[in-house]
């Protein structure tokens, strides 16, 4: 069967090359003629100057007579081609330590220059970018962008343009004015901040960008047709550097951290006694090695004033991905990324990572033995004592990245009657990535690798469910042809964890494997194994530029023992599965559309046993309208499903053939008010599963410095069968599930009040509010029954019962208790807010002051939302947290 199960996924595969293969013909007409010529290449010569000039945003000093100025901007959205509405122009000049740029916007009406006002990356209003690819390489470059209030901008570009990290924040200055023609701005770059080889004539990859706020049009220096891939590699050059030598980066950045907190007493507990404060001092470093490799260093990171994850609840047993928000770990995330099986098409458990930098630092994996009338003090992070990260990239085209972290060892403190005694809840863990990959064929292909490795010290009897180690390897590859019309590529991934009997069982049993599972030959608890070795990967064939047409195809797997965890993301396992997706864009706009896209995608999937799991078409498409509306809506329709995990190691269960929906609008962004809805709904044709989410808000922006939004949302899950437990009940197993009816209420609200581009407060807060009610309990008793309601047996009133929270069952009505099982009955509230004040008083030199807030608490599952939501949010003592940091950059 499993032979049967990737032979279909081979040939599907084959089926869209074939398909492929017999799109890419010759030009038809002139028009298809012109849409395959190759743009062009716009070249800018600059000179280098013995006095700088001041940067102030006016263009005044004769310096800038030294250069031609560049002009002849194409506009690129949403009139590709054409001429922009304003025209721009700049001028680059250069001496030994940085790069100056002054541009001109032009606007015959300067008093409608939109100048709103943000923290920095906040890329409102009017603005102009340069892009500057120093390494050359077709594939990075270094972004800066400012807009008419004066707020900087700055990302790093990697993946040819599909990867834009806002993250990396460098020094440089910027000025902008305002006059009668439209506005200017003076930038200065210090070489220091790029990367660059130490060729005595330089040529590096330029781009600039105008968004004219009022027409939301973009116009660009370098013209790049909408249908052609890439961003990078279709850059101008930017020439006459000479002589330039790479500048070695050093900085230091000492900080240090007070914090308070205030929480609720808790009466006889000594480690809740309503308050804590402490001081916290720390370091980061970023020495430039070489002018292309950089090592960071950070001592004792501190993470206080990043915002808290949003509030959510998942019934499924997985876990939920949340995104990485510390700058140590964000910052040059693209070269440690490798996802296991990204596609276009989606579905494949995209954000499955070899690398998930969240597992460092993490929330300790134990917990102590707490005895009655005993207390514990268990810390709710595993502190990083010192980490290590060199990355870069050579002009020879290797991209390196090494991180190197350690986690201390934790311990929970026991209280008994004043005795106190340690128990050790996490051990001391090394974490270990390494990257490599190279460019080669003109850029136009790559090989690359990632190795990880997590080793735990000393591992006490208490803590042996963990791993000892745990090892991971993969390849990865991309090749790209025509004009990087075409792409093949794909990665294989290997791992492999030890430990103790009591660790790979544990393994074995999660819901990511359950070996355990009832009816799965191809699976096999082994008590006795100390390690798991798992292998997974994905090859993608796909066509995404020259005319309307795009296409991606390909095949992913993740074998039953793979294990990624302890360091990388991974949601389920013993998977083979094909994807498809085509899609057809529009290239010009018409007298209702700026841009339209449709796509159509499918999946199919079997397990590691030949079980066809897994079949879903969809259709979608999505509309920019002439008056900047965005709107979206989506078709989906699964004849086919099967879950091996919703028993929890019961049988394979089928559900219910569906079809579910999603569309959403946004308003034109440009506007002071922005209103946005989203919605979706699942239904299955016998109506054993019903759900539908509702977010609708607004965004207000009244004046420049101040913006509000507020977007409350409401979702409604109602399904038949959702599991409960498994219970052993006479020898034999009782597979118990109930109909849920869950209802989840939240909204997140901002406020962002810009003083200057340099000093912010910004506001974020989140009451949430998940209940749910289980009634029509029943066994799983015929789990791939055609029909619903052969799949199980239901209690009927007179054999259930609920006594002091309890229900009992008397399955035979012989009026003795067969088994009984908790009410499964949940309220789940929690409010959560952070309100951060940020002044950067010098260049990379900031002061944070903090309050964060938390109330997370069980409500009444039979309260109505908005009440359990009052009773255990506003009327309650939260978790304050007060901070106080301040950083101080020394850059030599």
């Known amino acids: 069967m499993i032979k049967t199960a990737i032979t279909f996924v081979m040939v599907g595969f084959i089926f869209s090359f074939s398909w492929a293969q017999q799109q890419e013909e010759p030009p038809t007409s002139f028009t298809d003629s012109l849409k395959q010529t190759i743009v062009a290449k716009k070249i800018y010569v600059t000179k280098p100057i013995e006095t700088p000039p001041n940067i102030d945003g006016v263009l005044d000093e004769g310096i800038w007579g030294v250069v031609e100025w560049a002009t002849d901007y194409i506009e ?37 220059i939109v100048k709103r006002l943000s923290r920095r990356d906040g890329f409102d209003g009017d603005w102009v970018e340069f892009n500057i690819d120093s390494y050359h390489d077709k594939r990075t470059a270094f972004s800066f962008t400012v807009t008419a209030a004066g707020v900087k901008g700055d990302e790093f570009i990697s993946n040819n343009g599909n990867n834009w990290d806002a993250s990396w924040n460098p020094i440089w200055y910027t000025k902008t004015n305002v006059d009668d023609e439209g506005w200017t701005a003076e930038i200065k770059i210090p070489l220091s901040q790029l990367k660059f080889g130490d060729a005595p004539d330089q040529v590096w990859g330029l781009q600039s960008t105008r968004r004219y706020f009022r027409g939301e049009e973009r116009s660009l220096w370098q013209r790049k047709p909408v249908d052609q891939p890439g961003w990078v590699s279709e850059f101008g050059e930017l020439h006459g550097l000479k002589n330039l030598e790479p500048q070695k980066q050093l900085e230091i950045q000492p900080y240090t951290v007070a914090k308070g907190e205030t929480y609720e007493a808790e009466e006889g507990n000594p480690f809740r006694d309503g308050d804590d404060t402490n001081i916290t001092v720390g370091l980061d470093a970023k020495i430039g090695v070489t002018n292309d490799l950089t090592l960071d260093l950070t001592v004792n990171p501190d993470f206080g004033q990043v915002e808290a994850d949003p509030s959510a609840i998942a019934l499924d047993g997985f876990q939920i991905f949340f995104q990485e928000q510390r700058p140590f770990f964000v910052e040059n995330k693209n070269i440690f990324d490798f996802r296991v099986s990204n596609s276009e098409a989606g579905n494949t458990f995209g954000s499955d990572n070899v690398f998930y930098s969240r597992r460092i630092g993490r929330t300790p994996h ?29 002009k020879d085209g290797w991209a390196i990245g090494v991180l190197e972290s350690v986690t201390a060892k934790r311990f929970a403190t026991v209280d008994a009657n004043g005795d106190r005694r340690k128990e050790i809840v996490e051990p001391l863990t090394n974490y270990f990535v390494g990257r490599l990959q190279k460019d080669f064929n003109e850029r136009n292909s790559y090989v690359g690798g990632i190795f990880t490795a997590t080793n735990r010290a000393d591992l006490p009897e208490s803590l042996n469910f963990l791993h000892t180690s745990a090892y991971t390897g993969a390849l990865d590859f991309k090749h790209q042809w025509n004009n990087r019309d075409w792409y093949v590529g794909g990665n294989v991934v290997f791992s492999h964890v030890k430990g103790s009997e009591e660790a790979i069982l544990n393994t074995q049993q999660t819901i990511r494997h359950l070996f355990q599972r009832v009816g799965a030959d191809h699976l096999e608890v082994d008590e006795n194994r100390t390690s798991l070795t798992g292998t997974a990967g994905n090859i993608q064939l796909g066509k995404v530029g020259n005319g309307h047409w795009k296409f991606e195809t390909g095949g992913t797997w993740r074998s039953p023992e793979l294990e990624l965890n302890d360091i990388g993301f991974q949601r389920e396992s013993d998977d083979i599965r094909h994807y498809t997706w ?9 007298s209702t559309f700026r841009r339209v896209g449709i796509n159509y995608n499918h999946w199919s999937a079997w397990d590691f046993g030949g079980n066809h799991n897994y079949l879903q078409f969809n259709t979608n498409s999505w509309q920019n309208w002439k008056g900047n509306w965005f709107s979206n809506i989506g078709f989906n329709y699964a004849p086919i499903q099967y879950s091996n995990f919703a028993l929890r190691g019961g049988p394979r269960l089928k559900r219910s053939p569906w079809m579910s929906f999603w569309n959403g609008i946004n308003t034109d962004n440009r506007k002071k008010i922005r209103f946005n809805v989203f919605h979706n709904g699942r239904k299955a044709f016998d109506n054993s599963i019903n759900t539908y989410y509702v977010e609708a808000g607004f965004t207000y922006q009244p004046i420049n410095a101040l913006r509000i939004s507020a977007y409350p949302s409401y979702q409604i899950n109602n399904d038949k069968l959702q599991f409960v437990d498994n219970l052993e009940v006479g020898g034999e197993t009782v597979y118990l599930n109930g109909a849920i009816e869950q209802r989840t209420l939240s909204m997140s609200f901002r406020l962002n009040y810009t003083i200057n581009p340099n000093l912010t407060i910004q506001y974020w807060g989140q009451p949430f509010i998940s209940r749910g009610r289980y009634a029509s309990f029943k066994n799983v008793t015929n789990p791939v029954a055609d029909t619903f309601e052969n799949r199980f047996e239901a209690y009927t009133p007179q054999q259930i019962n609920l006594v002091d929270n309890t229900y009992q069952v008397d399955t035979d009505l012989d009026g003795t208790t067969d088994f009984s099982f908790g009410n499964p009955d949940f309220s789940f509230v929690q409010f959560r807010s952070n309100l951060v004040l940020r002044w950067e008083y010098i260049p990379g030199s900031e002061i944070f002051l903090v309050w964060s807030q938390d109330v997370s608490r069980s409500g009444d599952p039979m309260a109505g939302l908005l009440d359990d939501l009052d009773n255990n949010v506003f009327g309650q003592t939260p978790q304050n947290i007060f901070l106080l940091k301040a950083t101080y950059r020394f850059v030599f």
Do not use: W
């Open 582 to 590: 085509i899609g057809y864009q529009t290239l010009k706009p018409d």
């Open 76 to 112: 690129n959205q949403p009139d590709e081609n054409t001429p922009p509405s304003h025209q721009t122009k700049f001028k680059i000049i250069y001496d030994a330590k940085y790069l100056y740029i002054g541009v001109r916007c032009l606007d015959d009406e300067p008093d409608k």
């Open 366 to 394: 134990g917990f102590p033995d707490v005895g009655d009338g005993e207390f514990a003090n268990v810390p709710d992070k595993t502190p990083i004592i010192g980490a290590a990260k060199f990355s870069g990239k050579t």
